[in-house]
């Protein structure tokens, strides 16, 4: 068995990738996990159209039949998004899902597994996992930290949710050599807010300041990920210390519910969507769209 027998590209994909055409990847746990039907399924159609509008084709990210699909059609996106028994696949259950043939929504981590093994570079998503709240207790640590020190893609975000430990998670990023960089802004965002109160340990201004950085990392061995965090439009944002609350009441919940493992990052999401009556999601939809818009410049910077 090969790693490429277990990838399965959608036709238009594998064409753009062999043409060196921009290809942009994008996760499906914020499809299945982190936004309610049907406004999850509308986002990834919504996303993926922004890649288009942007020049570059769009690869959403998936396990289906024991495949992993790189560009999903309509039929299959729809599909996992009604679907209830879908696995949450991060590093450690990308191989299970495969061999037992359940269908499987990727993390960052595992979206980044795939589309490495898939040759594409650039990768949108909303906002990244890391060093939650409290992690020196549970050594709850997101396995997307570990992937972003070891695999080679480019990943665009919001920057980390102010639910995790925003401190401990840029450590820990630094331990594993990723440069994280702040795009149009000296503060690292926080997802929902432009603002963490943290520096963000690198600014550029541009997609072609940071292809250029991609560039000439990719010559250095075992160079790893790069994290760009990028802040919410104003318009779209709600601000630091509004959120703060909200958070600490769905953290604070979380714990007196003994919610554990990868069941964290759910379940105080959909907290957050109803302390803050549906704004977040709003908030969210709009972040992951303004995350692909730039995605796709990085990805033909890189491609020109
Ligand atoms: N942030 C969101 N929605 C999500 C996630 C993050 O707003 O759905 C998902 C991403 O797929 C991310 C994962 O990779 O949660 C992190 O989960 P964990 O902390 O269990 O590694
Ligand atoms: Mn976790």
Avoid at 22 to 38: K, N, Q, R
Avoid at 55 to 84: F, M, V, Y
Avoid at 168 to 187: C, F, N, Q, R, S
């Amino acid at each position: 068995m090969t790693l490429n027998a277990l990838l399965a590209p959608t036709e238009e994909v594998q064409a753009a990738l062999a043409a060196g055409k921009p290809v942009v990847a994008l996760e499906s746990t914020i499809i299945t996990h982190g936004m309610p039907f049907p406004r999850n399924v509308e986002t990834a159609r919504q996303v993926e159209a922004d890649i288009r509008a942007g020049g570059a084709i769009p690869a959403t990210i998936a396990i289906l039949d024991g495949k992993i699909r790189i560009g999903l059609s309509d039929e299959d996106l729809d599909r996992l998004a009604r679907a209830e028994n879908v696995m949450k696949c991060s590093r450690a259950d990308l191989a299970f899902a495969v061999a037992t043939g359940r269908p499987g929504a990727t993390t960052v981590a595992a979206t980044m597994m795939a589309a490495h093994a898939a040759g594409i570079s650039v990768f949108a998503t909303g906002g990244i996992g890391g060093v939650h709240q409290g992690a020196e207790e549970t050594f709850d640590i997101s396995a997307d930290l570990d992937e972003l020190g070891r695999t080679p893609v480019c990943v665009v975000s919001a920057g980390a949710k102010a639910l995790l430990d925003i401190p401990k998670t840029l450590e820990v990023l630094e331990t594993k050599g990723v440069p994280v960089i702040a795009h149009g802004t000296d503060e690292l965002p926080a997802f929902w807010s432009r603002e963490s109160g943290i520096e963000a340990p690198y600014r550029l201004d541009s997609a072609d300041e940071i292809a250029a950085v991609i560039k000439t990392r990719s010559v250095f061995a075992d160079h790893g990920g790069i994290l760009i965090a990028n802040p919410v439009p104003e318009a779209d944002q709600i601000g630091r210390d509004e959120m703060t609350g909200y958070i600490s009441a769905a953290n604070a919940k979380a714990h007196m519910e003994n919610i554990r493992g990868k069941a964290v990052t759910p379940f105080v999401l959909s907290k957050i969507l109803e302390l803050t009556d549906g704004r977040s999601l709003e908030t969210n939809i709009a972040l992951v769209r303004n995350n692909a818009r730039l995605a796709a410049r990085i990805a033909q910077a890189l491609a020109a």
